[in-house]
């Protein structure tokens, strides 16, 4: 935070503000105590400001690909779907003479009124708007925290708070949400967004199923939320769009039955709640449509520049038979990823049961139970800790769409320690539960207390800090000159520590 201040008091403005506007979205303010949050949340801000600008504070320095939402952005304006070949360079979808992109619209829609105020900024955006979706990413956190929190009957207020804190701490600097937040490209950016719509998604939903007289706006602001996740990335707005639905014939239902409300009054208040959703699927059956000439196709690979890299094993870029392999390469914890020199945890190489499945295995990865075990309490916690009566079995029929979400992610053809951020709605979901749910229970049960899952946060988040440090020394989308430097550091802190000499080449 200071670091911010003296670097650049915008940033630090910036995060004072952010974390102000978070703190401030709930009525009471006794139910956190609000100095102390109010740092933490502005320090973390200001913490992912250093990291996406790579410790500068800069936000007009180009990304990897950091043009093409912005020539996105220039073709909406005429109705078109195009990008300029030399924004999208390797990622190029073609079609005859005309050139696309196959990731989502919403990052190039945000883009479409800042290019008319300042056109002289073309290419520079994707830093400011990733930085904005990590920010609302954590204002969600925040938000679902103190909602599930003020609900705990069972916790004193010293646990609520212990709590609160190793919530903020485990999502905000202990998942992989840190790593995707450190750099704006063209891929984090997009899974930025999906996550942050995704997230907000979470806490709609829970007002949903709350069932009081909110519940008709926050079904509304969940069909916005599956609209902006459907935008970005159709991974993370096909669960929610599955969750708006079931929940929209729930809910009318109830009125129905319950509310003694004429159907057509109900189908009608349902109609309008779901009209969001509905508006954004029918704009991305438009961009299938303008890109690749059918509004159900959203990636012919025939068209990928690079199609002739696809899995020689099995024809579909999604397929069942990745799944043993996903669950191996994503979850498995192996002596590669400890070290004897700093940074002590590393990513490392991923190992699959059938490698032709795969398009390319020279990626990295490290495994989320390692790095982020809050997510295993999260799970356990949401899942075993009793309830009122029924709300175990709606809350399970609830997170089947983020199940599928996951699943989906472990058959597909590539592997990339980025995607696990598609776990995280699936995590929070749970972890919403357990937070409601905390100080019940006996036995067993006390492994989850709130003390446990601070403990297991702290841990999460020196270990996720470490580990991120270690792959930006790897991953070539960093500057040759940045990841030296990382490497440099390494090596000083060896020789600091009496782990090895500065002129020792680090094993790669």
């Known amino acids: 935070m200071l670091l911010a201040w003296a670097a650049t008091p915008s940033v630090s403005l910036v995060a004072c503000t952010s974390a102000a506007l978070m703190l401030g979205l709930a ?20 913490f992912q400001a250093w990291l996406v600008t790579r410790g500068t504070f800069a936000w007009d320095e180009r990304e990897v690909l950091g043009s093409a939402y912005d020539s996105l952005a220039r073709s ?6 195009e990008v300029l070949p030399e924004a999208i360079q390797w990622e190029a979808w073609r079609i005859g003479e005309r050139t696309f992109m196959y990731f989502g619209p919403f990052p190039a829609l945000l883009r479409v009124l800042p290019d008319l105020l300042a056109p002289s900024l073309y290419g520079l955006w994707s830093r400011a708007s990733g930085f904005l979706a990590l920010i609302l990413c954590l204002g969600a956190i925040v938000a679902i925290a103190r909602r599930q929190l003020a609900e705990n009957e069972q916790l004193a207020t010293r646990g609520r708070t212990v709590l609160f804190f190793a919530t903020l701490a485990s999502v905000g600097l202990g998942s992989s949400l ?46 916005a939320a599956a609209g902006v996740a459907f935008l970005s990335r159709v991974t993370f707005g096909l669960p929610l769009y599955a969750l708006v639905s079931g929940l ?14 004429p159907v057509l009054t109900a189908a009608g208040r349902v109609a309008l709640a779901l009209l969001p959703a509905f508006a954004a699927g029918l704009f991305h059956l438009w961009y299938n449509h303008a890109r690749f000439g059918s509004p159900f ?37 192996s002596l590669e990823n400890l070290s004897l020199r700093a940074p002590f945890l590393t990513f490392a190489r991923p190992a699959v049961f059938r490698p032709e499945l795969y398009r390319d295995l020279t990626t990295w990865l490290i495994s989320p139970l390692l790095v982020s075990p809050w997510l295993v309490v999260g799970l356990i916690g949401g899942w075993v800790l009793p309830g009122r009566p029924g709300e175990r079995r709606l809350r399970a029929l609830c997170a089947l769409p983020f199940v599928l979400q996951c699943l989906l992610i472990l058959t597909y053809y590539w592997l990339a320690y980025r995607f696990t951020t ?8 749970f972890l919403a539960a357990y937070l409601r749910s905390a100080g019940t229970g006996s036995g067993a049960a006390r492994l989850l207390s709130p003390r446990v899952f601070a403990i297991v946060a702290a841990f999460s988040v020196l270990a996720t800090v470490t580990s991120l440090f270690h792959f930006q020394s790897q991953w070539w989308a960093y500057p040759d000159a940045y990841r030296q430097q990382v490497s ?10 009496g782990l090895g000499s500065l002129a020792v080449v680090r094993d790669e």
């Open 27 to 46: 009525r009471r303010r006794e139910d956190v105590a609000w100095v102390p949050a109010f740092v933490t949340l502005a320090c973390i801000v200001a």
């Open 76 to 81: 909406l304006r005429h109705g078109s779907a």
């Open 178 to 223: 840190v790593l995707v937040g450190s750099l704006a490209n063209l891929y984090h950016e997009a899974i930025l967004w999906g996550l942050c719509a995704a997230l907000w998604g979470v806490f709609f939903a829970l007002g949903v199923l709350r069932d009081d007289e909110r519940a008709w706006r926050s079904l509304t602001l969940l069909s």
């Open 248 to 261: 929209a014939l729930r809910l009318l239902v109830l009125q129905v039955r319950r509310e003694r409300q």
């Open 297 to 333: 196709e959203f990636a012919p690979f025939a068209a990928y520049e690079a199609a002739a890299a696809k899995p020689k094993g099995v024809d579909s870029v999604f397929h069942w038979s990745r799944v043993p392999s996903g669950v191996l390469a994503y979850f498995r914890i």
């Open 422 to 429: 598609e776990f995280l709605p699936l995590a929070v979901w």
């Open 488 to 497: 440099r550091t390494f090596e000083v802190l060896d020789a600091w520590l």
